[in-house]
């Protein structure tokens, strides 16, 4: 059975950082592209960052290019995301699945960013 569970999340001030963690089992995490999702209130769910199976390829949406961060670890079947330089529009529950996502969503992790 896949799973994946998001942490890492929680409340910060615009400016600071998190990094946020997705623990994969189930799968072999190493042979997929993986990618981590936001759903801000009232939103559609939108793709944030996404990552090839070796890690070599990166790819961000406009809005957090050159603030956050994408990586993997391949060996310990965990992706992770460095957030910095947060702006209250970061706000959002952060979900990680397979790209294009193929698994049931997870609980994600709550990020809030106050002014």
């Known amino acids: 059975q896949v799973q994946l569970v998001e942490s890492g999340g929680g409340l910060v001030q615009a400016g600071g950082s998190l990094r946020l963690s997705c623990a994969s089992s189930g799968r072999t995490f190493s042979s997929y592209v993986m990618g981590w999702f936001r759903q801000a209130p009232g939103k559609e769910r939108e793709t944030v960052a996404t990552i090839s199976s070796s890690g070599d390829t990166l790819g961000y949406a406009d809005s957090v290019k050159g603030r956050f961060t994408i990586s993997r670890d391949n060996r310990k079947n965990t992706m992770f995301l460095q957030m910095n330089s947060l702006k209250p529009e970061d706000t959002a529950v952060y979900y990680c699945?397979?790209?294009?996502?193929?698994?049931?969503w997870g609980q994600g992790t709550q990020v809030t960013v106050s002014s």
């Open positions: 699945n397979y790209y294009p996502p193929s698994t049931p």
